[in-house]
């Protein structure tokens, strides 16, 4: 398999469940990214990893946790998640942190939060 | 005023139209420009890449920077319904992270 390949493709949680998002990317890359897509916003960056060393965490709330074991894969845990949060969340990835030459992303996980 | 601007759209042509899109944005660090498209239910591809000001022509896309004038755009030639995406621009200075436009739904009509 090749590219960005995140799981599940849908989520419906409630608000006091615990779920994990997965992102694994088959390309090589250093530098992984979350982002959140909401209906009538630009793509809002979460977190950015390199080389398995978070840096940076854009003001995002403690409810989600973001885990990168390896350069290749790539995790985010939710819990405790409020309606507000139900979006399209994309993981993408790039040669360097640079990404000076665009992010290949994944389809996304559709979440739901009820 | 937001970093980069662009209209939601929607956006809706007849076949075989020559469809513009465009963003603006206000910051003069950027340096490398992006088009990327984006089908119902995928994640964004990355279709057009531009550095600096200047053209790019790749079939029917052409993308063009006007760093003067701090205004991008995305031109399609002999629109085909395969077209039918959402259009997000992108754009980054050299060590700043990539910031987005809220995407512009298309839609050719056949």
């Known amino acids: 398999e090749t590219g960005v390949t995140q799981t599940p493709r849908h989520l419906v949680m409630g608000m006091t469940n615990k779920k994990s998002l997965k992102c694994e990317q088959h390309?090589?890359?250093?530098?992984m990214y979350w982002y959140k897509q909401s209906a009538k916003k630009p793509l809002e960056l979460m977190f950015v990893?390199?080389?398995?060393?978070?840096?940076e965490n854009n003001s995002v709330p403690s409810r989600f946790s973001p885990e990168c074991p390896n350069s290749s894969h790539l995790f985010l845990h939710l819990h405790t998640l409020q309606p507000e949060d139900s979006a399209l969340y994309l993981c993408?990835?790039?040669?360097?942190?640079?990404?000076?030459?665009?992010?290949?992303f994944g389809s996304g996980t559709r979440l739901t939060v009820v | 005023q937001k970093e980069v601007e662009q209209d939601p759209g929607p956006l809706s042509v007849p076949e075989g139209a020559i469809v513009s899109l465009n963003c603006t944005y206000s910051?003069?660090?950027?340096?490398?420009f992006m088009w990327y498209r984006q089908y119902s239910r995928k994640g964004p591809e990355l279709l057009m890449y531009?550095?600096?000001?200047g053209n790019k022509e790749d079939g029917r896309f052409t993308a063009q920077v006007d760093k003067s004038s701090k205004y991008i755009s995305l031109f399609i030639r002999d629109s085909q319904p395969s077209d039918s995406a959402t259009y997000l621009c992108?754009?980054?200075?050299?060590?700043?992270?990539?910031?987005f436009g809220k995407g512009m739904k298309l839609t050719v009509n056949p």
């Open positions: 993408a990835s790039s040669q360097d942190a640079k990404g000076l030459y665009g992010y290949t």
């Open positions: 390309l090589g890359h250093n530098a």
């Open positions: 990893y390199n080389f398995k060393e978070q840096t």
């Open positions: 910051n003069s660090a950027f340096q490398y």
């Open positions: 531009t550095y600096s000001s």
């Open positions: 992108a754009m980054k200075g050299g060590s700043e992270k990539l910031v």
